[in-house]
């Protein structure tokens, strides 16, 4: 499980697991190439080859261990292991997400919420008080952070993005309209909805 | 211009365009693929070779006259045209995403929000009240439109799909965390936060 796997394979990673979760939960135990090919619509031969990385999981005839196969993607997707996620910016952007890490998936914990906004500061999100960005400095301090989601306006984001990567946070899940520049030990997730919102319009024009 | 570009190049569109735009704002005539290049930290030879799709823009010695590189991806990336958009769930992603598309950019207009919860119905949502989805197919006869942005659960999401598709919709901007099957002349453009997670857990892992 040491050999490199390729980009191209790791983004189809998480579809993968989100297919495999789906048939954990119909408590399928096996599936061959081609019956996940016709749910997936990819071919059986990608799947093949993209699962090959995963070892010995398919055998000719059987098919693939749902469990085992599930299992060890989230292995090396970091699935097994617990990730606290800050949000910064308490707007709709950052309630949606405080909301949806905390439902979707067991592997991420939202342990603290921060705004600048004086009117956000205190309000409660999903159980949570929103602190004050003045205090993140003493929570970084005494809490240990994955990941920062940053959900703040382009105006303010590359700031913040400065001041988390001053404070030692090593993930940055970008919301904001704009890319970071960022040291080779940090790393950085953008879900830019502008462009994928311009990809839809290519596609329709 | 009719030259068949690649997906590539075609992902990498929007993320010109929001540079472009920065420069456009800047008041800023040409810029080298030397000087693109060291903003976008990109090579320049990735430049050059793909914005050689988008014609003669680029001079030797001159490099590139950015408002017209601008106007030009713009209008095939469909910009040049008003986009009417309606958000189909009014929970914190969808007040999110009216108010990104209502400010991000002038080319998509919100014209209409729907959700099937009665406590959210009637509600105001950037100056747009809520209405109820038995509503959406009058609506739908009334007002051309354009691309439905889908932010429901997944349980609701593949029928609230159909339901679009039967309506006549031909894009889906799909926020649902679930993979939609859709007839040939109908576009969907995911956003699955969840495999975005996964790939920043992955590369932290």
Same mark, same amino acid.
């Given at each position: 499980?040491?050999?490199?796997?390729?980009?191209?394979?790791?983004?189809?990673?998480?579809?993968y697991y989100r297919y495999l979760e789906d048939l954990v939960a119909a408590k399928v135990e096996r599936i061959s190439s081609n019956e996940l090919s016709e749910q997936m619509?990819?071919?059986a031969?990608?799947i093949r080859?993209d699962l090959s990385?995963f070892g010995g999981f398919g055998q000719q005839g059987y098919g693939y261990n749902v469990k085992n196969l599930h299992d060890e993607i989230g292995r090396? #997707?970091?699935l &097994?292991?617990?990730?606290? +996620?800050?949000?910064?910016?308490?707007?709709?952007?950052?309630? =949606? !997400?405080? $909301?949806?890490?905390?439902?979707?998936?067991?592997?991420?914990?939202?342990?603290?919420?921060?705004?600048?906004?004086?009117?956000?500061?205190?309000?409660?999100?999903?159980?949570?008080?929103?602190?004050?960005?003045?205090?993140?400095?003493?929570?970084?301090?005494?809490?240990?952070?994955?990941?920062?989601?940053?959900? #703040?306006?382009? &105006?303010?984001?590359?700031? +913040?993005?400065?001041?988390?990567?001053?404070?030692?946070?090593? =993930? !940055?899940? $970008?919301?904001?309209?704009?890319?970071?520049?960022?040291?080779?030990?940090?790393?950085?997730?953008?879900?830019?909805?502008?462009?994928?919102?311009?990809?839809?319009?290519?596609?329709?024009?």
């Open positions: 499980m040491d050999k490199e796997i390729s980009p191209a394979v790791i983004k189809r990673m998480p579809r619509h990819v071919t031969s990608q080859q990385n090396i #997707l970091g &097994d292991e617990m990730h606290n +996620v800050i949000i910064i910016g308490a707007g709709n952007m950052g309630t =949606a !997400i405080a $909301n949806y890490v905390r439902f979707e998936d067991l592997s991420f914990k939202v342990t603290g919420i921060f705004d600048v906004a004086s009117d956000k500061i205190g309000r409660t999100i999903c159980g949570r008080e929103v602190q004050s960005m003045d205090e993140l400095p003493a929570f970084t301090e005494e809490n240990h952070v994955d990941i920062a989601a940053l959900t #703040l306006p382009r &105006d303010n984001a590359v700031a +913040v993005a400065d001041e988390l990567i001053s404070l030692g946070i090593k =993930a !940055i899940w $970008n919301f904001a309209h704009v890319d970071l520049n960022v040291p080779e030990d940090v790393v950085v997730q953008n879900v830019h909805l502008s462009d994928s919102l311009m990809q839809l319009s290519f596609k329709i024009s």
